[in-house]
């Protein structure tokens, strides 16, 4: 998403562009869960690229965003007005992906080599950068002035760069989208709820067709998760698949998880599950190497919990762009200004993002019963402003008459 986001940023300056996407093609694979673009990041940038237009009937606005106790009662409700200051759209990553695809003009369009999974780079005594691939390409003897490692959570240029390791968080992730809009529940009017459980949590959104996308994530120990992580290669093991959804199926029943979600986990097909072990990575005060410069996940890789992930990537990709845009000589300074710019906002989403993941498997009486404080307050607020008028006259005139 980044990548691709970038090159529409930078595709009317006086650079000249080459995208490296691992994928064979844009169908290559599953794209994994909707994104949630807010306001100040996603939607600001697809605004600016005149794609917003272009990708909202593809969406849905979030008119209800509803938090539960593990019982599944609605604690705290949110109920922004569409397009206003604090409405997410809920988009797919494929559309997304689509659509940033459709902003490219032609020449970069034909720029974008798909099948190219970069291993890492090298830096010349010219200052010039060579790429190493996993496949055989041309493109390995080419030397480049810049280098933009888009490459998420895993990304080799980061190794490359920094080698520091990745970070459990100790969350196992198992998600999927409905094969039908059968499921039907008050908790998924208005399209997204939150449940916050003792070790679990439950993330649910609907899209306008019905269908839903559901996850949940558990605590985990080191060994639960090296049994996930060898399920990376399930897929197309039909075999496998099944066994993993009934598996999924039992801990729903056993932990008793609140309705819809033994539904949704039903309506299901095997092979549309999804397992992955949550990580992240220690933020660094510096994300460059010379012309070498990273950008979302491989800057700033996060747990989900803060919805940040694409949007960060984005606004990365926006201030990135404004900074090459104004050189074509000195790109290392632009490079630079880039990672000063962006690196305390993001540290400080990576951080959040941690404690969101640690605080979304820690429900109980005392967390259920802040949500519904706050919740109380917010209807309160949301009270016409008559009717304050009327208590405070009311209580005026008590007060006086006694």
């Not at 003897?141 to 190794?159: L, N």
């Not at 100790?170 to 916050?196: A, C, D, P, R, Y």
């Not at 632009?334 to 820690?362: C, D, I």
Request: charged share 20%; glycine share 10%; net charge neutral.
């Amino acid at each position: 998403i980044g990548g691709i986001t970038l090159a529409n940023l930078l595709q009317t300056s006086s650079h000249s562009i080459t995208v490296f996407e691992r994928d064979p093609s844009i169908a290559a694979r599953p794209q994994g869960y909707k994104i949630g673009m807010q306001q100040q990041d996603g939607i600001a940038v697809l605004r600016k690229l005149n794609l917003l237009d272009q990708i909202a009937p593809k969406g849905r606005w979030s008119s209800s965003f509803k938090f539960c106790s593990a019982a599944g009662k609605v604690l705290m409700a949110f109920s922004p007005t569409p397009g206003s200051p604090y409405s997410n759209l809920q988009v797919g990553r494929s559309d997304l992906r689509s659509c940033l695809l459709s902003g490219l003009h032609p020449e970069v369009l034909d720029n974008i080599q798909w099948g190219s999974r970069c291993t890492g780079y090298t830096k010349l005594d010219n200052k010039k950068i060579q790429l190493q691939f996993a496949n055989e390409t041309t493109f390995s003897q080419h030397e480049w002035d810049v280098v933009v490692g888009c490459d998420g959570v895993r990304s080799p240029i980061r190794t490359t760069m920094l080698g520091d390791p990745l970070e459990s968080l100790h969350l196992i992730n198992i998600g999927g989208q409905t094969s039908s809009s059968k499921t039907k529940h008050e908790l998924l009017s208005g399209g997204v709820f939150f449940t916050s459980g003792d070790k679990y949590c439950i993330f649910c959104s609907q899209d306008t067709d019905g269908k839903t996308q559901w996850s949940i994530s558990v605590t985990s120990t080191d060994e639960e998760e090296n049994e996930s992580n060898n399920t990376r290669g399930w897929r197309g093991n039909a075999e496998k698949s099944i066994e993993l959804k009934n598996a999924i199926v039992e801990y729903v029943k056993e932990n008793k998880l609140h309705a819809p979600t033994l539904d949704l986990v039903t309506d299901t097909e095997p092979e549309n599950i999804n397992v992955r072990v949550l990580y992240d990575r220690t933020p660094v005060e510096n994300w460059q190497d010379g012309g070498v410069v990273l950008l979302g996940d491989a800057a700033h890789p996060m747990s989900p919990f803060r919805g940040k992930g694409a949007n960060g990537a984005m606004s990365d990709a926006l201030k990135l762009s404004e900074a090459l845009a104004g050189t074509t000589t000195d790109v290392e300074g632009a490079l630079s200004a880039y990672n000063a710019a962006r690196k305390e906002v993001m540290k400080r989403a990576v951080l959040e993002s941690r404690q969101g993941a640690k605080t979304a498997v820690s429900g109980g009486w005392a967390r259920d019963a802040i949500y519904y404080t706050i919740g109380c307050v917010f209807k309160l607020f949301a009270v016409p402003k008559w009717v304050w008028l009327a208590v405070v006259i009311a209580g005026g005139a008590l007060w006086w008459a006694r």
